[in-house]
């Protein structure tokens, strides 16, 4: 009953996204198109590890930015963190190099675990789904999902 709830919930974040913004098609994420990610901020909404959903806690501020020098950066809760990420021509999205690296303080441990999901969870994608103001990043078998929105509109 409880994977239920989340899943609804999470739909209802994709689809609430969706609803809010401009109509279009959505666009598998690819070489080609990944400048239409990038001088946005993303706000991370749910998390999907490994099958499992995560309950996100209010005040875990997580987000994403796509620089166009092939860098991500973002904060994971209580940290910040950085790396690097490519896409193929034919939209697959890859985190080359050494890892995501955080800087490392230390916070309330609810919001640790949330940083850990979210960093552990992060590189399992392997695609990404571009819908107006919202964007899906997931693995083939769509058990690793996370949910953003993009920063500074309603949701």
């Known amino acids: 009953m409880k994977t239920l709830?989340?899943?609804?919930?999470?739909?209802?974040?994709?689809?609430?996204?969706?609803?809010?913004?401009?109509?279009?098609a959505p666009i598998i994420v690819s070489s080609e198109t990944v400048a239409?990610?990038?001088t946005r901020q993303w706000e991370l909404k749910s998390i999907t590890l490994d099958s499992h959903d995560s309950v996100m806690d209010l005040e875990?501020?997580?987000t994403l930015a796509f620089g166009a020098d092939g860098k991500v950066t973002g904060y994971s809760a209580v940290n910040q963190f950085n790396g690097a990420y490519s896409f193929s021509p034919d939209g697959r999205l890859s985190w080359p190099g050494a890892g995501l690296i955080t800087t490392r303080k230390a916070g309330p441990p609810e919001l640790m675990e949330q940083e850990r999901t979210y960093l552990r969870a992060l590189p399992k994608t392997d695609r990404a789904i571009l819908k107006g103001r919202a964007l899906l990043l997931q693995n083939d078998g769509e058990s690793t999902v996370l949910t953003?929105?993009?920063?500074?509109?309603p949701q």
Do not use: N, R
Not at 10 to 16: I, N, Y
Not at 148 to 153: K, N, S
């Open 5 to 24: 709830i989340c899943m609804v919930s999470m739909s209802a974040a994709w689809l609430v996204a969706c609803a809010t913004t401009p109509s279009s």
């Open 36 to 38: 239409k990610l990038q």
């Open 60 to 62: 875990a501020k997580m």
């Open 148 to 153: 953003f929105v993009e920063a500074g509109y």
